[in-house]
């Protein structure tokens, strides 16, 4: 997400002007999804006000939507270092921990989120999924629920929530969260195979047997190997 900021880093007004105009059509590039032409935009910006937080993020967003997460990643840090309290850097440099599978350091990203930010809804949801991918399950568990709290709507924390109690082999719980994430949305094929399996676990077959063709209705052809070897 593109946040515009008001630039006026120089002395001389028309300076400013110029770098202000510049990050602007920086910003209609990438939106036009022009990535390489707008970190070149943003890269001249930066010569001119080597300081400015803002443009430091707005470049790491551009290589962030070409997947350099490295590039990114160096692009966010450098926005904090002149603005420690900028929420969104901090965010989006977590983003690119995540994809690089560093999730200690996504988790400690993620956590300063929820020191500076109103709306925490899915700084914690993706907190609770570095704390899941580290094999942290109860405390996965806490930040799951605490994103729900907020936001009882979002089939996606169900879905997190029952991937986690699946994990610790609590397929009652699994399930209750597996239903309410497809009450939520029912078009994700994952759901319903995720469901299978725990239908299964629970000594419901035929249920299982039902989900396994809901999920290979919606696209999941995987899923086909399942339904001949446990339906009948």
């Known amino acids: 997400m593109f946040v515009l900021a008001v630039i006026c880093m120089a002395s001389n007004g028309s300076f400013a002007q110029d770098t202000t105009t510049s990050v602007t059509n920086g910003l209609q ?39 350099q997460f490295e590039k990114s990643l160096a692009q966010f840090s450098t926005c904090i270092s002149y603005d420690p309290s900028y929420t969104d850097a901090y965010y989006n440099r977590a983003s690119c921990y995540f994809q690089l599978k560093n999730y200690t350091l996504a988790y400690q990203d993620y956590t300063k989120v929820i020191e500076l930010a109103t709306n925490t809804t899915y700084a914690y949801y993706l907190r609770g999924n570095c704390s899941y991918k580290l094999g942290k399950l109860d405390a996965a568990l806490v930040d799951y629920e605490a994103a729900l709290k907020e936001n009882q ?21 699994a399930l209750i969260h597996y239903d309410r994430a ?13 469901r299978a399996i ?22 999941d052809l995987e899923v086909e190997g399942y339904i001949k070897e446990l339906c009948h």
């Open 29 to 67: 590039l990438a939106k036009e999804k022009k990535y390489e032409a707008a970190i070149a935009v943003f890269d001249r910006c930066i010569k001119n006000s080597p300081k400015n937080s803002d443009i430091y993020f707005y470049l790491g967003n551009a290589y962030l939507d070409l997947l």
């Open 153 to 173: 709507e979002a089939h996606e924390i169900e879905s997190a929530l029952a991937n986690a109690y699946f994990s610790m082999e609590n397929y009652e719980k």
């Open 182 to 194: 497809i009450q939520l949305n029912n078009t994700f094929s994952d759901y319903y195979f995720n």
């Open 198 to 219: 725990t239908e299964y676990n629970l000594g419901f077959p035929e249920d299982a047997c039902a989900d396994f063709r809901n999920a290979r209705d919606l696209g």
